[in-house]
């Protein structure tokens, strides 16, 4: 076991800069009270049904034979865009990931500052009887080097639906593991149990260890992942295709951008438009544009 017990807890009246400082140190904090509890009793009306109609996994690490898993969020929970745009998760994502990389472009150094987009969606429900997950780092999606690349490339929430305990399988989290190189492996033993309760949430980084726990309670822990990604990297869920459309046009602007419509200064994402370099967030803009078709 870590000489860690529990990670920093902090309350809902915390500053950004508090929860990116514990983030930093720690490698994940957890945020008490992240919802009120009229919001949660909102989630928890919205995220049971989804979950009650999922099946079980069918392997041990993806999915877990004990354990449903419900993607495309964006298209099916209302409440997804609160929990994005929340001030203390959208904020810290933001003060991580977006740091500026200098460039040069012919004669001149530049300054880029890079978006960020809404990298994968999830509601786990872990049952009695599930075993721990095995532990990793959610920036292995992107094969990220640790310490080569010097940043993080992913900041995510687990937000509390149900009371989070050691014995229900709480969140495994190695505290100080985002230091860690790519040749140093996590050990079970290393890893302590996320507890907080529902409506809390647990806010930790791409290169941070972690795992589901393993449930010997008799009852499910249920929570609600989604993780901000550099807008450079491939979203992990494919949002394009997860969100129907008519769910899309009336989400903000600002929350179609994050799931990836739009470009930012370095054209990630670009639609070519009349001979130009288009942002795509214009297709969404007129309700009688269709997606463009292979030519």
Request: with cysteine.
């Amino acid at each position: 076991m870590t000489t860690e017990t529990r990670l920093t807890t902090l309350p809902p009246t915390t500053t950004v800069d508090e929860i990116v400082e514990a983030i930093q140190r720690d490698g994940g904090v957890v945020v008490e009270g992240f919802l009120v509890d009229d919001r949660l009793a909102e989630l928890r009306s919205q995220v049971y049904p989804i979950l009650e109609s999922t099946g079980y996994g069918v392997d041990e690490f993806f999915a877990g034979t004990q354990t449903r898993r419900a993607g495309g969020l964006f298209g099916r929970v209302d409440m997804m865009s609160e929990i994005a745009l929340h001030p203390l998760y959208y904020g810290a994502a933001k003060k991580i990931l977006q740091q500026p990389v200098a460039l040069w472009v012919g004669d001149d150094r530049v300054e880029i500052v890079p978006d960020i987009q809404i990298g994968v969606t999830q509601a786990i429900q872990i049952h009695s009887g599930q075993g721990a997950q095995r532990l990793h780092r959610d920036d292995g999606s992107f094969l990220w080097r640790h310490p080569d690349y010097g940043r993080e490339g992913r900041v995510q929430i687990m937000v509390a639906v149900s009371d989070f305990t050691e014995e229900n399988g709480g969140t495994l989290i190695i505290p100080g593991s985002h230091r860690w190189d790519d040749e140093r492996g996590p050990k079970q033993e290393e890893a302590i149990p996320t507890v907080m309760r529902a409506g809390s949430a647990l806010i930790w980084i791409g290169s941070t260890y972690h795992g589901g726990g393993k449930n010997t309670s008799d009852t499910a822990r249920t929570g609600l992942t989604m993780a901000f990604d550099l807008a450079c990297l491939r979203q992990e869920e494919n949002q394009y295709l997860s969100v129907p459309r008519d769910k899309l046009v009336g989400l903000s602007e600002e929350v179609q951008r994050l799931l990836g419509w739009g470009s930012g200064i370095n054209l990630m994402g670009y639609v070519e438009r009349d001979g130009q370099m288009a942002d795509p967030h214009f297709l969404l803009e007129d309700p009688a544009l269709e997606l463009p078709t292979v030519r």
